[in-house]
């Protein structure tokens, strides 16, 4: 069974510091990882995805993530937060190779940014 | 290009009603995926269409949710007498293939509520 925890249902900070949202999570099998972020009133938006390539991954809007498989984390970075960075974001987690019927997302951190 | 559309936007009922979602997927994509958020909870599976047929309905929470996808083309969601549990988002998302590559379009969601 999959599972995804995201630490802080909340996240402030200010405009132009390092925003860090945290994903732990569990697969008995290796892992395709995703964060996706929601607007309000929008969709949910793919931001970036590991599946077992490069462990630092890029994603959108400058953000990126990093997989440690030993501490089975995928945490999401960027260093400098505009105001237009405001908005929901989810962790997920597939089975390698078992499409999105398997996606087990995290309950979602809510990010404030502050002028 | 159309994104993912989902029609109504919010939709407020009264215990015991029924209530019909509908989704309308991009064009051309025979994989569409509906997912649930119960407020204060994670994003959950429910189903998954590839083309008309439903590939996957694990996810389906009881026999009141009825999920159809005549023609392979839209998607309808009717839930049937409505409980007060099943308020939340219910959102859609289509993609064009499975496998490593696929990337998945959400729409920005049915918020119902039962009373």
């Known amino acids: 069974a999959q599972s995804v925890t995201q630490l802080g249902s909340h996240v402030s900070v200010s405009e132009g510091a390092l925003v860090l949202l945290r994903c732990n999570y569990s697969s008995s099998v290796p892992p395709y990882l995703f964060w996706y972020v929601q607007y309000p009133n929008q969709g949910l938006q793919l931001l970036l995805k590991?599946?077992?390539?490069?462990?630092l991954v890029k994603g959108i809007n400058g953000f990126e993530a990093e997989f440690k498989k030993s501490e089975t984390s995928f945490h999401l970075t960027k260093p400098s937060a505009h105001m237009s960075d405001a908005a929901e974001y989810f962790c997920a987690v597939s089975d390698l190779g078992g499409g999105y019927s398997t996606l087990t997302f995290g309950k979602g951190t809510m990010l404030l940014v502050s002028p | 290009e159309a994104g993912v559309t989902q029609f109504p936007s919010h939709s407020v009922i009264e215990k015991g009603q029924t209530v019909t979602l509908r989704c309308d997927p991009i064009s051309g994509h025979d994989n569409l995926y509906w997912y649930r958020r119960v407020m204060g909870k994670e994003i959950k599976f429910l189903l998954h269409?590839?083309?008309?047929?439903?590939?996957?309905e694990s996810g389906m929470p009881n026999n009141r949710f009825l999920a159809e996808r005549t023609g392979g083309t839209y998607s309808t969601l009717k839930v049937q007498p409505a409980e007060l549990e099943d308020s939340g988002v219910y959102f859609c998302?289509?993609?064009?293939?499975?496998?490593?590559?696929?990337?998945?379009?959400f729409g920005s969601g049915t918020q119902l509520s039962v009373l």
């Open positions: 998302a289509s993609s064009a293939r499975q496998g490593a590559n696929e990337k998945l379009f």
């Open positions: 269409f590839v083309k008309e047929s439903k590939q996957d």
């Open positions: 590991y599946t077992s390539a490069a462990t």
